[in-house]
């Protein structure tokens, strides 16, 4: 049988990402994100993604990844409903800048 699921049924899904975005080297949002107001570029490596919908407490989840020519971490640190913290450090755990890309999971 076909069924029909309404776009708010579908946002409020568990498995539906609440929030994405690119941020670049520089700490810059680019186009294309939801549900991001603002990101707060605070020093190298440390970024503030802040959200437009604040989830429901601090238990969401978020998957990301580190674009450059160098082996990078990232890591998500200070959960808040209604922003995340974001560092990045290399190898030798000196925080430095890279592209990022970034989802959130979670009750709004």
Known sequence: EATYASPNRVKNS???AKGYCHINNAGTLLSG???VASVTDTGTGNRTIVWD??????????????????L???FFDTF???SVR????D??????????????????
Request: hydrophobic residues 45%; glycine residues 12%; without cysteine.
């Open 80 to 82: 808040a409903a209604g």
């Open 53 to 70: 919908i604040d989830f429901s407490g601090v238990t969401y989840s978020l998957a990301g990844a580190v674009t450059i020519n160098a």
């Open 33 to 35: 994100s939801y549900n």
């Open 86 to 89: 974001l560092l990045i450090t």
């Open 14 to 16: 568990p498995g539906v």
């Open 72 to 74: 990078r971490f990232m």
């Open 91 to 108: 190898t030798a755990a000196v925080s430095t800048d890279g592209d990022t890309s970034q989802a959130a999971f979670g009750d709004q």
